[in-house]
């Protein structure tokens, strides 16, 4: 991970706030609470006696007792709620070079701006990369993000898993899951890093405001006792879901190392590991004699934390399912592009949502976007793994239908804390194919939002990247995308029509319009609260 790429995710993360405690995740909790969810059974001793898959910080404004925090989650896994995954791609993206302009006076304004970085339009040609239309907008899709069979850039350029080729931003948009928004940002925006971020993670232009939109909403509609509500894949808690009392919690990882021993006993001495999953797994595969409940319930938990190590430690291959006493057997994963960062936590929130935990938000932040310089080295790589990430994440939360219809009550969206430019910054190297050029800060950014309920489409109007369309107009260097949408009209669609609640209680700033779509649709999302 590159210097700046930390410094931009570090803006995403509550600093002056430590967490309160620490709490163990129990597999117990992850397989739906298997010995029931009445008191006697949500105490310390009966959930970790089937082992820990991880811990979570816990920040707000009090302490919060074991038995106080399980009664919560486990009456919350009762109910199906929908759930928001937030993703922060840290550094400004560049929407331009993702989402581009397809109609030929905008696109011949875009190549002209951009000569050494900008897309063809069509197949690549060498190192010059392509783009294939939106459906019948205006507006293209960069093929680093395309899927293979749609004509994209293959995954394996980047050194991605060949089966992710299934997946880019085409198959989701095609098959209306995939809203796509140009140009948004808040009106009084800044291009600085700092401001502008916490302008969109507070949804407040006061910058003595400290929690964030989203630990608004927790506040008003969550539960004083699930810290598990909103969840930060994270090392240290989101500024978006930074509450003032409701308790929220961050989770680094899920490490799940399954039966792994390390070993420097007798009789070889060596140091080193066993790797016992498959012995155990196997054990968890024999029925109980007689009615052997807690033998059958402890072997199905051993089952259960197998299957679940193998889907975490192997982001790329598809685990065989076996039968095993317990009720959950997870079907094969689907195959993410790499086990990087990324596809990693992306793994992390599908588990969580599935386990039913109440968890109505989790947040991920994703850096290195800040590509003044060698953008199409940095960023092309990006966008093939982002768009190839999110299809298989949407596929992984399709294939754990089993639980209830997961994959119809979560849904992503995707923001940066503002765009480019449209003019490159110059090429210094001047010995083609390489490049240096990359773009400065600039206004609108592209935002998506994706999930079976949400609205496909074209979800916001195009300004156009004409000259004359640009704010300041007509001059090059520093024109900016002219903001047709605010940020926080998006942000009252997820609250009133996905998440549920007003909107006016949990985002400031005044005044806020709906929503305005380029297609002529409505709203963000098909199925109401």
Not at 275 to 287: E, F
Not at 332 to 343: D, K, M
Request: glycine fraction near 12%; proline fraction near 6%.
């Amino acid at each position: 991970m590159r210097c700046i790429e930390c410094e931009e995710i570090e803006l995403a993360r509550v600093r002056d706030q430590r967490a309160e405690q620490q709490l163990p995740i129990p597999y117990a909790a992850l397989d739906g609470f298997p010995a029931g969810r009445s008191r006697s059974e949500l105490t310390r001793r009966r959930l970790l006696q089937w082992g820990v898959a991880g811990m979570a910080s816990i920040y707000g404004a009090k302490q919060l007792g074991w038995d106080q925090v399980w009664e919560a989650v486990a009456h919350a896994e009762e109910t199906t709620n929908n759930c928001l995954v937030l993703l922060y791609l840290a550094g400004g993206n560049d929407g331009l070079n993702v989402v581009l302009p397809w109609e030929s006076t905008d696109y011949a304004a875009y190549i002209k701006a951009r000569p050494t970085i900008g897309r063809l339009q069509g197949d690549n040609v060498g190192t010059k990369s392509g783009s294939r239309q939106m459906g019948s907008t205006p507006l293209a899709f960069a093929n680093p993000t395309v899927s293979t069979a749609g004509g994209g850039t293959s995954a394996t350029t980047y050194g991605y898993a060949a089966g992710s080729d299934a997946y880019g931003f085409d198959t989701l948009y095609n098959s209306g899951k995939l809203a796509v928004m140009h140009a948004v940002d808040a009106t009084k925006y800044t291009l600085s890093h700092f401001d502008n971020s916490d302008i969109w993670f507070e949804a407040s232009y006061d910058l003595n405001t400290k929690t964030g939109w989203l630990g608004r909403w927790i506040d008003k509609y969550g539960d004083p006792n699930n810290p598990l509500q909103a969840i930060s894949i994270d090392t240290a808690l989101s500024k978006s879901i930074r509450t003032l009392s409701n308790p929220v919690s961050a989770i680094s990882s899920l490490p799940m190392g399954g039966f792994n021993l390390a070993t420097n006993a007798p009789p070889s001495g060596s140091t080193g590991s066993f790797n016992g999953n498959t012995l155990i797994n196997g054990l968890a595969g024999v029925p109980a004699s007689g009615s052997n409940a807690y033998l059958t319930r402890s072997r199905g938990t051993y089952g259960l934390a197998y299957q679940t190590y193998q889907r975490l430690s192997g982001l790329t291959a598809s685990p065989t399912p076996t039968a095993t006493p317990t009720s959950v057997v997870p079907p094969p994963a689907p195959v993410y592009p790499n086990t990087s960062t990324l596809s990693t936590r992306l793994k992390t929130a599908a588990t969580l949502l599935a386990a039913n935990l109440g968890t109505r938000v989790i947040t991920i932040h994703w850096g290195g976007f800040d590509t003044h310089t060698n953008q199409i080295s940095v960023q092309d790589k990006q966008l093939s793994e982002l768009s190839r990430a999110l299809g298989a994440f949407q596929a992984d939360l399709l294939s754990r239908d089993w639980t209830g219809g997961l994959a119809d009550r979560v849904s992503v969206l995707v923001f940066s804390e503002f765009g480019r430019r449209v003019q490159e910054t110059p090429d210094t190297v001047k010995d083609p194919p390489s490049n240096d050029a990359g773009t400065d800060h600039g206004a609108g950014g592209v935002m998506f939002a994706m999930g079976n309920k949400v609205k496909g489409g074209l979800a916001a109007d195009w300004p156009g990247c004409k000259p004359a369309d640009l704010i300041p107009p007509n001059n090059g260097p520093q024109g900016n995308l002219a903001v047709r949408t605010d940020y926080r009209s998006v942000y009252r669609a997820v609250v009133s029509e996905w998440l549920g609640g007003d909107p006016d209680a949990v985002i400031g700033g005044g005044a806020i319009a709906e929503l305005h779509r380029g297609d002529g649709q409505s709203g963000l999302y098909n199925a109401a609260t």
